[in-house]
């Protein structure tokens, strides 16, 4: 097995017990489209796939006590002998990928660039959609509360902290990644998402309101 398909069976194992958005699932289709941009993008395919499938080992949600020296991640490529430059690199493009509301970074790194916009890609569209709503479920969030607005333009702290229901995430975030992506083969891929999910959430509002 070479280390790629190593990292997949580590994040398998990993994600076990994982059902709020960040399971095992989400980060094989990060990795099948952080592949996909870093081919078409021309970056580093190796560099690109390694972010991708440790890019959650480390989640602040997930695995605080580890999140700032990125522990998991680290060891998994020690482990599989990769040198200390290159293992850098690959933290670094993992401490970047986060949305942190106006505080979100864009990445240094052509890799970062793409690996950021595989894991945002999958936050919008039809799978983006259902990760929200499952989001709430599991985190016990209203759908929907006619009387709390949605807060965009928050900082970091405050996006973090900051409890909602599930439609004001889609203001909050979701139908603000579409401008935010970096390559122009994700602007591509975003817009279609972008578009679809606008459909959906006039749609929800209209059944909402009794118009249909
Ligand atoms: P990131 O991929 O930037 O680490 P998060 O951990 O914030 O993102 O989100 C993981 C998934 O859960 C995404 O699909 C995201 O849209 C969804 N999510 C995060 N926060 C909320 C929320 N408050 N309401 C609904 N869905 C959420
Ligand atoms: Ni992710």
Not at 19 to 41: C, P, Q, W
Not at 93 to 122: F, H, M, N, W
Not at 189 to 196: F, G, P, S
Request: overall charge negative; aromatic content about 10%; charged content about 25%.
């Amino acid at each position: 097995m070479d280390i790629i398909e190593q990292a997949l069976v580590f994040v398998q194992h990993f994600f076990q017990q994982e059902f709020s958005g960040h399971d095992y699932f989400h980060t094989l289709r990060v990795y099948n489209m952080a592949t996909h941009l870093a081919i078409k993008e021309k970056a580093d395919l190796q560099i690109v796939q390694l972010a991708a499938l440790l890019h959650d080992v480390d989640d602040r949600k997930l695995s605080p006590q580890t999140h700032a020296e990125k522990s998991n991640a680290r060891r998994f490529l020690a482990e599989h002998h990769v040198d200390e430059a290159t293992i850098s690199r690959i933290c670094q493009i993992i401490g970047e990928i986060s949305y942190a509301g106006t505080d979100s970074v864009i990445p240094a790194t052509l890799e970062g660039k793409c690996a950021q916009d595989a894991d945002r890609l999958d936050a919008i569209g039809a799978i983006g959609i259902a990760r929200a709503f499952a989001y709430g479920g599991n985190h016990n969030r209203l759908m929907h509360h006619p009387q709390i607005p949605p807060k965009t333009d928050m900082g970091k702290e405050e996006y973090f902290r900051h409890e909602s229901t599930t439609i004001n995430h889609f203001y909050e975030k979701l139908f603000l990644l579409a401008d935010m992506m970096n390559t122009p083969t994700a602007k591509q891929i975003a817009l279609a998402r972008h578009t679809y999910m606008k459909a959906y959430i006039a749609e929800f509002m209209d059944e909402w309101n009794g118009v249909k």
